[in-house]
């Protein structure tokens, strides 16, 4: 369920007609809605109704400070993978404490930024990275308050780019190491481990994988304390699916009676890193068709996103839904619905049932809250496009579009070129 939805035949986000927006901004552009946001996150903190839980939202799923803010304001931290993420979730008002690091390649600097602002975890991913964290927190005389990321080994029946949780993906160190790391690291002086982490991949659609790792985490925290570690914090990461294209996925209620079964009776603080769950539905694409192209063997209609402005199809073979602004009764027609990077894979929908388009229409492509700008690029010189929040029947531009200018600004020709 999300708020865009047609009112007298016009493809809305809450109040505010899609249409009237592309007016003012031009197209494409991402459009936000405050309202599915709110009430995502609400869905998932009430599926954990109960336990001692704090959701730190995975800021790489949707960057934008006005989205942070939002999440903020509903007592959300946030969890980072480098220390621009970081700066931005301090800078939308997510507190230090609520926020948690995670990620297989921190530098000293992100180590040192992370020490200096007193998150709540460093969630650690190897030996090599734990004695980085020991010598950083050493030279600023602080202590390090780390989460030990484990490999579960588990599969998690998704996307195989996407798949984080296996013996053979880069992630955490593998759980059958982890007793003897963690008790090896007792003798690093400015390192403390509080707890252990896991995430086991994105878009998950079925839980039980989620079942399996946290199974795994319950029987090490056994195993710890047996041996007299203290294990106080739990951050089980994210991963929970959305629909795209009608998938059929459980409720995050179902997820949270997961989370009670298994880890809910250890006593720990626990962490939860959802991204695409709390902001996949809160964001929609808007296009508009350039040309209509009738091509040998079938119809193409050329709009002017592209695989950099949403980068899931090319990527991942992710299907997104694709709706018309102005709704229409008119009979669907075969359509390919493609951009105009100069590349095959730069097509958002094959053989798609929609209303005849023609040039000029307008078109929203869904579920694009998440992973979507963010992973946006500039691409054949294109520029960065604008972002807007939409409060009921209230828009705001959250972030400007940024044209080529900015980047032709930072080039500069070397001495020995005629200027
Ligand atoms: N925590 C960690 C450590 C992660 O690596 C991720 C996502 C998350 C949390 C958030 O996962 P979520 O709840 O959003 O599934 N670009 C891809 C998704 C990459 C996910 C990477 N890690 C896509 O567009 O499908």
């Given at each position: 369920?999300?708020?865009?939805?047609y009112q007298s035949g016009a493809l809305n986000a809450?109040?505010?007609?899609?249409?009237?927006?592309?007016?003012?901004?031009?197209?494409?552009?991402?459009?936000?809605?405050?309202?599915?946001?709110?009430?995502?996150?609400?869905?998932?903190?009430?599926?954990?109704?109960?336990?001692?839980?704090?959701?730190?939202?995975?800021?790489?799923?949707?960057?934008?400070?006005?989205?942070?803010?939002?999440?903020?304001?509903?007592?959300?931290?946030?969890?980072?993978?480098?220390?621009?993420?970081?700066?931005?979730?301090?800078?939308?008002?997510?507190?230090?404490?609520?926020?948690?690091?995670?990620?297989?390649?921190?530098?000293?600097?992100?180590?040192?930024?992370?020490?200096?602002?007193?998150?709540?975890?460093?969630?650690?991913?190897?030996?090599?990275?734990?004695?980085?964290?020991?010598?950083?927190?050493?030279?600023?005389?602080?202590?390090?308050?780390?989460?030990?990321?484990?490999?579960?080994?588990?599969?998690?029946?998704?996307?195989?780019?996407?798949?984080?949780?296996?013996?053979?993906?880069?992630?955490?160190?593998?759980?059958?190491?982890?007793?003897?790391?963690?008790?090896?690291?007792?003798?690093?002086?400015?390192?403390?481990?509080?707890?252990?982490?896991?995430?086991?991949?994105?878009?998950?659609?079925?839980?039980?994988?989620?079942?399996?790792?946290?199974?795994?985490?319950?029987?090490?925290?056994?195993?710890?304390?047996?041996?007299?570690?203290?294990?106080?914090?739990?951050?089980?990461?994210?991963?929970?699916?959305?629909?795209?294209?009608?998938?059929?996925?459980?409720?995050?209620?179902?997820?949270?009676?997961?989370?009670?079964?298994?880890?809910?009776?250890?006593?720990?603080?626990?962490?939860?890193?959802?991204?695409?769950?709390?902001?996949?539905n809160a964001g929609v694409l808007v296009t508009r068709?350039?040309?209509?192209?009738?091509?040998?063997?079938?119809?193409?209609?050329?709009?002017?996103?592209?695989?950099?402005?949403?980068?899931?199809?090319?990527?991942?073979?992710?299907?997104?839904?694709?709706?018309?602004?102005?709704?229409?009764?008119?009979?669907?027609?075969?359509?390919?619905?493609?951009?105009?990077?100069?590349?095959?894979?730069?097509?958002?929908?094959?053989?798609?049932?929609?209303?005849?388009?023609?040039?000029?229409?307008?078109?929203?492509?869904?579920?694009?809250?998440?992973?979507?700008?963010?992973?946006?690029?500039?691409?054949?010189?294109?520029?960065?496009?604008?972002?807007?929040?939409?409060?009921?029947?209230?828009?705001?531009?959250?972030?400007?579009?940024?044209?080529?200018?900015?980047?032709?600004?930072?080039?500069?020709?070397?001495?020995?070129?005629?200027?």
């Open positions: 369920m999300d708020d865009f939805n809450e109040d505010v007609p899609l249409a009237k927006i592309a007016d003012a901004v031009g197209t494409p552009f991402y459009c936000y809605s405050q309202a599915t946001i709110e009430r995502q996150f609400r869905i998932f903190a009430d599926a954990l109704t109960g336990l001692d839980a704090t959701v730190c939202f995975a800021v790489k799923a949707n960057s934008n400070l006005a989205v942070l803010r939002t999440l903020a304001k509903l007592g959300a931290g946030a969890d980072v993978v480098s220390g621009g993420e970081l700066t931005r979730a301090l800078a939308a008002g997510m507190p230090a404490d609520k926020i948690v690091f995670s990620g297989v390649g921190k530098t000293d600097a992100e180590i040192e930024q992370a020490l200096v602002a007193g998150i709540r975890s460093i969630n650690a991913e190897s030996e090599p990275e734990l004695a980085a964290i020991n010598r950083v927190a050493k030279r600023l005389g602080k202590t390090a308050i780390v989460t030990l990321r484990i490999n579960p080994d588990v599969d998690a029946h998704t996307h195989a780019k996407i798949t984080t949780g296996l013996n053979e993906n880069k992630f955490g160190i593998e759980w059958t190491a982890a007793h003897r790391v963690i008790a090896d690291a007792r003798d690093l002086g400015n390192v403390r481990i509080v707890g252990l982490a896991v995430h086991i991949g994105s878009q998950i659609t079925e839980y039980e994988p989620f079942r399996e790792a946290f199974i795994r985490v319950r029987d090490l925290v056994a195993m710890l304390r047996a041996d007299g570690v203290a294990i106080t914090h739990l951050d089980l990461g994210g991963g929970l699916g959305v629909p795209y294209d009608g998938e059929d996925i459980p409720p995050p209620a179902e997820y949270g009676q997961i989370v009670r079964e298994t880890v809910g009776d250890l006593g720990c603080r626990l962490a939860f890193e959802p991204g695409r769950l709390i902001v996949g068709v350039i040309y209509v192209k009738d091509g040998a063997t079938r119809r193409f209609a050329i709009v002017d996103a592209a695989m950099n402005d949403l980068l899931r199809p090319a990527l991942y073979d992710a299907k997104h839904e694709i709706v018309p602004v102005s709704a229409t009764n008119e009979a669907p027609e075969l359509v390919d619905v493609v951009g105009p990077v100069c590349e095959t894979g730069d097509t958002f929908a094959t053989q798609l049932a929609l209303a005849p388009v023609k040039a000029g229409d307008l078109l929203a492509i869904r579920t694009a809250g998440a992973y979507g700008s963010v992973m946006s690029s500039t691409y054949n010189s294109r520029d960065l496009v604008p972002e807007v929040l939409v409060r009921g029947a209230d828009f705001a531009v959250v972030r400007k579009r940024i044209g080529l200018q900015t980047f032709l600004d930072h080039e500069q020709f070397p001495d020995w070129m005629d200027r």
